[in-house]
């Protein structure tokens, strides 16, 4: 009972821990392992994928000043 309660109260790292573990299981139990290997694997090279797209991204717009903001003016308070 008390991992049925930490699976579906515990908070959002167990929970994806603990899910991520029946899958993995379930997956080597199955004869399947190598599919998940596979599958993992080609997660990874998307995530990098995307990761080094959008540090570019964010590299050219921080060379090209695109994110820097306007000057603000400063006005004094009077202290008359």
Same mark, same amino acid.
């Given at each position: 009972?008390?991992a049925?309660?930490?699976l579906t109260?515990g908070g959002?790292?167990?929970?994806?821990?603990?899910?991520?573990?029946i899958v %993995?299981i379930v997956?080597? /139990?199955?004869? =399947? +392992?190598?599919?998940? *290997?596979r &599958? %993992?694997w080609i997660t990874? /090279?998307a995530l =990098? +994928?995307f990761?080094? *797209?959008? &540090?570019?991204?964010?590299?050219?717009?921080a060379?090209t +000043?695109?994110?820097d903001?306007?000057?603000v003016t400063?006005?004094?308070?009077?202290?008359g």
């Amino acid at each position: 009972m008390r991992a049925l309660l930490t699976l579906t109260c515990g908070g959002p790292g167990r929970v994806a821990i603990t899910a991520g573990a029946i899958v %993995a299981i379930v997956f080597v /139990l199955a004869g =399947a +392992g190598w599919d998940l *290997a596979r &599958a %993992a694997w080609i997660t990874t /090279l998307a995530l =990098a +994928g995307f990761t080094f *797209a959008f &540090a570019v991204l964010a590299m050219v717009g921080a060379a090209t +000043g695109v994110s820097d903001e306007a000057p603000v003016t400063v006005k004094e308070g009077d202290r008359g």
